[in-house]
């Protein structure tokens, strides 16, 4: 069984040190271990500042030291969370955005393990939940009763860009036609396939804790909000020109360098 790791960011800070991505890194190889994966691939939007996008690749290829990986400019998100799926011949995909880490200890099994128990009982998408494992406002949570395996699962009726694994084939010909790149973040993911199937499992039993915690990559964009007057001007021209560059298609997009 072969299983990706796809990794997503962005320059989402005046400072190309200050990205999340680099902690992120830091918490796989501590938590899950880079040597279970058959390729990295990292999906950068570049946007919304503005960055050397040569200095920034060689920043990650020292983060992954050791481990061959494959870099891509996107034109958001989504744009990247389909060329994941397009450019892969996995078994299954970890999909992995920049502002979350593994809460040490809370992960039982390592994610292959997940995997097969994924295939044995033909789920295709399984999250991993930053909150415990219960009902909320906006999902519901269901035991998964009758499963093959040691793994617990949860049903739930939200689809979720969280970190999850993915089974590629059935996103390919599933998920893949509802993904909306005209979208921002999350939303251009989440917000068809949830509509459409009301339907995702969550790793782990209900109520069991939190797995992973979410650092918040849009902090640095949050603390230009609440700055100066001229902090937030340069905040809405960021914002403007991430905007008409993704609706003119401008800017690099695809493998780099």
């Given at each position: 069984?072969?299983?990706?790791?796809?990794?997503?960011?962005?320059?989402?800070?005046?400072?190309?040190?200050?990205?999340?991505?680099?902690?992120?890194?830091?918490?796989?190889?501590?938590?899950?271990?880079?040597?279970?994966?058959?390729?990295?691939?990292?999906?950068?939007?570049?946007?919304?500042?503005?960055?050397?996008?040569?200095?920034?690749?060689?920043?990650?290829?020292?983060?992954?030291?050791?481990?061959?990986?494959?870099?891509?400019?996107?034109?958001?998100?989504?744009?990247?969370?389909?060329?994941?799926?397009?450019?892969?011949?996995?078994?299954?995909?970890?999909?992995?955005?920049?502002?979350?880490?593994?809460?040490?200890?809370?992960?039982?099994?390592?994610?292959?393990?997940?995997?097969?128990?994924?295939?044995?009982?033909?789920?295709?998408?399984?999250?991993?939940?930053?909150?415990?494992?219960?009902?909320?406002?906006?999902?519901?949570?269901?035991?998964?009763?009758?499963?093959?395996?040691?793994?617990?699962?949860?049903?739930?009726?939200?689809f979720s860009n969280n970190p999850h694994l993915l089974d590629r084939e059935?996103?390919?010909?599933?998920?893949?036609?509802?993904?909306?790149?005209?979208?921002?973040?999350?939303?251009?993911?989440?917000?068809?396939?949830?509509?459409?199937?009301?339907?995702?499992?969550?790793y782990g039993d209900l109520l069991q804790e939190p797995v992973i915690l979410?650092?918040?990559?849009?902090?640095?964009?949050?603390?230009?909000?609440?700055?100066?007057?001229?902090?937030?001007?340069?905040?809405?021209?960021?914002?403007?020109?991430?905007?008409?560059?993704?609706?003119?298609?401008?800017?690099?997009?695809?493998?780099?360098?």
């Amino acid at each position: 069984m072969k299983l990706d790791l796809n990794l997503f960011t962005n320059f989402c800070s005046n400072h190309i040190d200050d990205t999340p991505l680099f902690n992120t890194i830091e918490s796989l190889h501590k938590q899950v271990g880079l040597d279970i994966f058959n390729s990295i691939k990292v999906f950068c939007h570049h946007g919304p500042f503005i960055h050397n996008r040569m200095q920034f690749y060689q920043k990650v290829a020292a983060s992954l030291v050791g481990y061959p990986f494959t870099f891509y400019y996107t034109r958001g998100l989504a744009d990247g969370y389909l060329k994941s799926i397009q450019v892969s011949d996995a078994d299954y995909l970890f999909q992995f955005e920049h502002d979350w880490v593994f809460i040490q200890g809370r992960l039982r099994h390592d994610l292959l393990t997940i995997c097969q128990s994924m295939q044995n009982n033909s789920i295709p998408y399984v999250r991993f939940n930053r909150f415990p494992n219960q009902s909320t406002t906006v999902e519901t949570l269901s035991a998964v009763p009758d499963c093959v395996g040691d793994v617990p699962f949860c049903k739930t009726t939200q689809f979720s860009n969280n970190p999850h694994l993915l089974d590629r084939e059935h996103a390919r010909l599933t998920y893949m036609p509802l993904i909306n790149i005209k979208k921002a973040r999350s939303s251009g993911i989440e917000e068809n396939i949830t509509r459409q199937y009301r339907e995702g499992w969550i790793y782990g039993d209900l109520l069991q804790e939190p797995v992973i915690l979410h650092t918040d990559g849009k902090k640095y964009m949050k603390n230009l909000g609440g700055g100066t007057f001229f902090d937030k001007i340069y905040l809405s021209i960021l914002k403007h020109r991430t905007k008409w560059m993704a609706r003119f298609a401008l800017g690099h997009s695809g493998r780099f360098p």
